[in-house]
């Protein structure tokens, strides 16, 4: 340590070393019958653009930021370094009526770009797999010989193993260069483009994309369709819908990691559909319970037998009869069928994270990627930077720098420090709404108007939405906090810098959006007291259930976070990439009119240059130019220029992982929740698909292997929905409670209303009229032997539930292996390829050297 200064056995495909680019960009179909014209070029028409660096000037002579004196030196030397490390560069200006926008088209020879793949290591590409992608539905209805509604057919499938396109080689490349150049001292860490852009000295960075995303008006062979086209056509319009996701042309245009989400999204979603039908059953099973239950019918038909005790200390006395219609509600989201979709659900989350672990390791091995974060991922460029002193990587035994390890994990503590205080001001928030419901429900009590009967509903409705309101605060404070506090602790690889980072955003949203659920299902109503013995809080009677139960509010709760944030996340998803751009348009000045002219002389000259050509069609383009009018067609890196930046796909990954909860720790009291986030997820990929194609510029590839630290969080996610859903039928639902008087009292359960009803001591009814309430007590406020037996029973069932589902869900575990038998024969065979491809080289470099033709002995 030093301080710093799918192949078959019979069809395996070789691919040759290359000394030169390829001319297939993935984008075009070089075997097509018309070829759209690539304007994607230098002003020789021939050198291709790899990236744009882009910076605003105003033209007054008022200093700005984008033209201050450190910026601009800042610029000139990040392009000069760029300049020496072998890039060719040009400069393009756009004119506008106030600022000027100069943008930089960069492009990386191949000499560079073989000098840059040996330093970072990349792989070169062994075998070829021309077979298609198939999933698991595929493969179901082709064994039963089921005509498949959604395959389609999508033109030019990318190769299988190939590792990298050279346009996708050259952007991601040059990115690496662009990370790692220095502009300024690197103490301060004033290096990459990552930090210009934050500082403003670069307005944006981007790789091109190949080409519009219009189809041609005259139609044209689908094989003569750029990538884009492709993808637009067969994945982001909306008449896509029940068709399968084009993965490899993903995975060619956009890079495995924007491939691998929507494979797992697809793969999600597609698996939501047995667990829809199943809830959507149980749900319809309430509606003949609700005309059969004998409970229900006791309730309805009791009318004034059961006087039931006021609700709150001002409220008044109340007959059971009342809340006839709640109940039966209630029997919606609280029968026998909820047990059973509890179970279900837990097993199908098991199975569901079983077999994307084999659908995963198939892709990553498909895309070449199998091996990218044990052996290539390289430090990421702030932290090569930041770090204080080098190290010897002892895989590749390169310098590296180094942070010390027992500094980041201090700064890793004080960081989860502030996760718990941004937790205690969620528990604060929580305390707060329920307050606001108690207090709420007394005033409208007071106001003896219309609303009386319905304050409970009216205060835990509008409860409800004002949680979602401080959910949805929270999360874009925390997210920010979140991106400071895990960049200051200093993570090596890119991929240990976002796992610590969605490990922080997920433990605060855990806590964020579950904790009004979790206490509605646990813990509302469980310390009222009894009649005479209220407890209180704050001087305020402890919040009791609503009368028709608890879980009714917790269905009603998830109902509205869950439903609502997707309905939110959707409007936000659809129309803010449409404001947005054009809000960028508007504020956009026109161009100079003198720029227009000089951009026709330049065409004119080159048109000349090339020849004149048919004079015939130069009359008819004359002719649609002057149709156009004023109309004028941008060039290729300003058009992209006026898209969105590409967030990432954190907050996509994130909203999933949190759905995925809903529909598994608390399907007990809502079934309906996995055919709400069917439906949603329909629309997700759409409208995602639409952004990445159509309103995003174009991300810079990133490789991965797998979904990274969101998998683990999904099978905690799993492994707490068990615990969940036994607590929830065992303490919150009727079931036990139901099941207990059946075998003990009545099969056909004639009297469980009043067996759930206890009596006020008389000596602390109100107005010295005995009430009813909803408990096992005696006279006295004692519990009864049944409330023990019951409570017994309970925690019985959590540990027989637990056991049962985690032990058949560690058999499933056992039998579906994670990685198929297919895919590992396919790497044994690769890795004997690999071999001997090594000796079959090294025989030729024998036999071609001049010591082995003239039979002497080569020199050490």
């Not at 990552?194 to 995303?213: I, N, Q, W």
């Not at 050509?613 to 109309?631: I, L, Q, S, T």
Request: some cysteine; hydrophobic content about 40%; glycine content about 6%.
């Amino acid at each position: 340590m030093r301080r710093r200064g799918e192949a078959r056995e019979d069809s395996d495909t070789l691919i040759a070393m290359e000394t030169e680019a390829e001319k297939n960009y993935g984008s075009v179909a070089t075997n097509a019958p018309v070829q759209p014209p690539d304007r994607n070029v230098f002003s020789d028409g021939s050198t291709r653009v790899d990236f744009v660096l882009v910076w605003e000037e105003p033209l007054s002579l008022q200093v700005e930021e984008g033209s201050s004196p450190a910026h601009r030196e800042w610029r000139q030397v990040f392009l000069q370094k760029l300049r020496n490390s072998g890039l060719l560069q040009e400069q393009r200006d756009v004119l506008q009526q106030k600022t000027k926008t100069c943008f930089v088209l960069l492009n990386a020879p191949w000499s560079v770009l073989c000098f840059y793949a040996e330093d970072i290591s990349l792989r070169v590409p062994l075998q070829v797999v021309p077979s298609p992608f198939t999933n698991w539905s595929a493969q179901v209805l082709s064994r039963l010989s089921v005509p498949n509604p959604f395959l389609q057919d999508v033109p030019n499938a990318p190769p299988g193993l190939l590792h990298l396109s050279v346009q996708k080689q050259q952007a991601a490349e040059l990115y690496e260069i662009l990370a790692r150049t220095p502009y300024g001292s690197m103490k301060r860490g004033e290096v990459g483009i990552d930090r210009l852009l934050s500082e403003g000295v670069f307005t944006a960075a981007y790789p091109l994309h190949e080409g519009g995303f219009q189809l041609p008006s005259p139609p044209v062979p689908p094989q003569s369709l750029a990538l884009r086209q492709i993808l637009y056509s067969h994945w982001a319009t909306w008449s896509s819908w029940r068709s399968y996701q084009p993965l490899d042309h993903i995975r060619e245009y956009f890079g495995e990691k924007i491939a691998l989400y929507f494979a797992w999204l697809g793969f999600y979603t597609g698996w939501l559909l047995p667990a829809s039908l199943v809830g959507t059953v149980v749900f319809l099973f309430g509606f003949w319970l609700m005309a059969t239950d004998v409970p229900a019918q006791e309730l309805c038909n009791s009318r004034d037998s059961f006087t039931m005790c006021p609700l709150c200390n001002i409220c008044s006395t109340w007959n059971y009869s009342d809340i006839c219609s709640t109940f039966k509600v209630g029997l919606l989201f609280d029968n026998g069928g909820t047990v059973f979709f509890s179970a279900f659900m837990s097993l199908w989350a098991v199975t569901f994270l079983e077999f994307w672990k084999r659908t995963c390791s198939s892709l990553s091995h498909r895309w070449d990627c199998s091996e990218f974060q044990d052996i290539e991922e390289r430090p990421r460029p702030e932290f090569t930077a930041m770090a204080p002193m080098t190290i010897r990587n002892p895989v590749t035994g390169a310098e590296e720098p180094y942070f010390p390890e027992n500094k980041r994990i201090n700064r890793t503590l004080t960081g989860f420090m502030a996760i718990i205080i941004m937790v205690a001001v969620v528990l604060m928030f929580l305390m707060a709404i329920i307050l606001y419901r108690t207090i709420l429900t007394i005033v409208i009590d007071k106001s003896d108007t219309a609303l009386t009967g319905f304050a409970s509903r009216i205060a835990s409705i509008t409860g409800s939405v004002l949680n979602l309101l401080v959910i949805l605060m929270l999360s874009k404070v925390y997210t920010s906090l979140a991106h400071i506090l895990t960049r200051w602790e200093m993570h090596r690889t890119q991929s240990k810098y976002e796992d610590m980072f969605i490990l922080k955003v997920f433990i605060f949203q855990f806590i964020n959006f579950y904790s009004s659920p979790v206490y509605i299902a646990f813990f509302k109503g469980r310390f009222v007291g009894y009649p005479g013995k209220y407890n209180t809080l704050l001087g305020i009677r402890n919040e009791d259930c609503g009368a028709g139960g608890c879980l009714v509010e917790l269905a009603q709760e998830l109902l509205i976070i869950m439903v609502g944030k997707q309905l939110i996340n959707n409007i936000q998803e659809f129309l803010l990439p449409k404001l947005k751009s054009w809000w960028q348009k508007r504020n956009r000045s026109p161009r100079l009119k003198g720029e227009k002219g000089e951009k026709d002389e330049e065409e004119k000259g080159e048109k000349e240059e090339k020849g004149k050509g048919d004079e015939e069609e130069e009359g008819k383009g004359d002719e649609e130019e002057e149709g156009k009018g004023d109309e004028e067609e941008v060039c290729p890196w300003e058009a992209d220029y006026q898209l969105l930046v590409c967030e990432g796909l954190f907050s996509e990954y994130l909203e999933m992982v949190i759905q995925f909860g809903f529909i598994t720790i608390f399907v007990a009291a809502f079934p309906l929740a996995p055919f709400f986030a069917l439906i949603n997820n329909w629309v997700e990929i759409r409208l995602d698909a639409q952004k990445f194609v159509t309103e995003y510029r174009r991300p810079v590839v990133e490789r991965v292997q797998d979904l990274g630290i969101w998998l683990p969080i999904l099978q905690l996610i799993t492994h707490v929905a068990v615990f969940s859903n036994a607590f929830l039928i065992a303490f919150t639902s009727s079931f036990l409670p139901r099941l207990y008087y059946r075998h003990t009292r009545d099969s056909n359960l004639n009297g469980f209303i009043n067996f759930t009803l206890a009596t006020s001591p008389s000596n602390n009814s109100q107005q010295h009229t005995r009430c009813r309430y909803l408990d096992l007590r005696d006279e006295e406020g004692h519990y009864l032997p049944e409330y023990y037996h019951l409570l017994a029973i309970r925690l019985a069932f959590v540990i027989v539930f637990e056991h049962v589902v985690f032990f058949i869900g560690r058999m499933i575990d056992l039998m579906v292996p994670d990685v198929p038998e297919d895919v590992e024969m396919k790497i044994k065979r690769e890795h004997y390829l690999a071999k001997e491809a090594l000796a079959e080289n090294q025989v030729q470099k024998t036999c071609s050297s001049p010591a082995a033709a003239t039979g002497g002995s080569t020199p050490a």
